[in-house]
């Protein structure tokens, strides 16, 4: 599958890692419904290291959208509700 | 994907607000090899964009160094300031130099942080405009071969994956450079606060406004603690220095009091601004020493604070020398 880390690529992730991230990302989605500044921060630290140690990044001239999106390192939660919400974080 | 439909995850939710836009551009495409065309000039309009936020982000980054610049001549003339008001003994002038030097120092600190927050946007947003140059390449190629090959009807499953996998792109570069123009909009207001205070002469009181109190506080006193230290280890090094010069001062006056004793006075006629040369031991503080140095061989046994002129063998003009 492919992930893209939001202003840092797209990674080709092997299927088999999808256990691991699938719990790292209910975590993650806990802790933005929580508001737990904690979790969030230790969630998506560990899912962005999660990408890029299974995965390898995708040549960039290939077009393909990507299975899963994360958001950068220093997202803010505010951030990520509202990529959530398509309340316009994402222009065009 | 497994997850149940209420928490597919942040990740998934996410793919999926971008793919929801993706479609929606779409479905306003009556003819989709328009489509085509039609993005195809919006990624270029994309590139150009993001090209000028990297233009940009450069242009502060260049300002907060030169910003570092200032700040840093200013303490070292600040420093310089404390030296000298030390020297003549004037320890609340050099305490407010070294005050001020401290603020220069933290207005130093912080524009380092930014400077290199600036450099590390700079950076991605390279690295995001080469990515986002390398998809448009591969587009430009896929619509041309799409033109080429298929009717409309056929076309529009390659188009839809051509469109998204682009789209997707250009949504993530746009949010970058959405977040580099807040960010370089945020150090421009600062540094132009800066460029006031340094102009008006005010930076000494520009520790930080957007500080809490506590915070204030706790700078003012590591603050007024660190211009402690700095007096301790500056009144250090003038002690320090003293018997060195003396020493030096010796071999000068080996039997030739007058001369010694002329030269300064000599110096600053004849080079006129260029008055520093007196070395600090001639401070009044000091003065019975000197003639002890300068005499070796004539008054082992005079006391420090007999007049010169009292002295055999010594001319008139080290008196008027030492005393005009």
Do not use: C, W
Not at chain 1, 35 to 43: E, I, K, L, P
Not at chain 2, 38 to 67: F, H, I, M, N, P
Not at chain 2, 307 to 324: H, I, M, N, T
């Amino acid at each position: 599958m492919i992930v893209r880390i939001l202003g840092g690529g797209q990674f080709r992730v092997d299927d088999a890692a999808a256990a691991e991230l699938n719990q790292l990302d209910a975590a993650l989605e806990t802790a933005v419904e929580h508001g737990d500044q904690a979790a969030f921060t230790d969630a998506l630290t560990r899912l962005l290291a999660q990408v890029r140690a299974h995965g390898s990044p995708l040549p960039p001239d290939i077009l393909e959208s990507s299975d899963l999106i994360l958001p950068h390192e220093d997202s803010s939660m505010d951030e990520v509700r509202k990529l959530l919400t398509d309340e316009g974080l994402i222009p065009g | 994907m497994k997850g149940t439909a209420a928490r597919m995850g942040v990740m998934k939710r996410v793919s999926l607000v971008f793919k929801a836009k993706a479609n929606r551009a779409l479905d306003k495409m009556e003819d989709p090899r328009e489509t085509l065309d039609y993005s195809y000039q919006r990624q270029l309009e994309l590139l150009t964009k993001v090209r000028r936020g990297v233009a940009d982000v450069a242009t502060s980054r260049k300002r907060v160094e030169l910003q570092m610049n200032q700040l840093n001549q200013q303490a070292n003339k600040l420093q310089d300031q404390a030296r000298k008001a030390l020297s003549v003994g004037r320890e609340d002038l050099a305490r407010e130099a070294l005050g001020r030097k401290a603020s220069a120092q933290s207005q130093l600190d912080e524009l380092q942080t930014q400077y290199a927050q600036l450099q590390a946007e700079e950076e991605k947003l390279t690295l995001a405009s080469q990515r986002l140059q390398a998809k448009v390449d591969a587009f430009r190629t896929r619509k041309e071969t799409i033109k080429a090959t298929y009717t409309a009807a056929e076309a529009q499953t390659r188009i839809n994956e051509a469109f998204s996998g682009i789209s997707e792109e250009m949504g993530d570069v746009g949010m970058a450079i959405q977040r580099a123009e807040d960010k370089t909009a945020q150090m421009q207001a600062r540094a132009g606060a800066i460029d006031e205070l340094m102009a008006s002469g005010a930076l000494d009181d520009a520790v930080g406004g957007h500080r809490d109190d506590i915070q204030s506080e706790l700078d003012m006193m590591s603050a007024s603690s660190d211009v402690e230290r700095e007096l301790a280890k500056l009144k250090g090094e003038l002690t320090a220095g003293a018997p060195k010069e003396l020493e030096g001062a010796a071999p000068n006056g080996d039997g030739q009091g007058a001369q010694g004793y002329q030269a300064p006075q000599q110096s600053q006629q004849q080079q006129g601004p260029y008055a520093p040369p007196p070395p600090p031991q001639y401070t009044p503080s000091q003065q019975p020493e000197p003639p002890q140095q300068a005499e070796p061989p004539q008054q082992q046994a005079q006391p420090a604070g007999l007049p010169v002129s009292d002295l055999p063998g010594l001319a008139d003009e080290p008196q008027d020398g030492d005393r005009s």
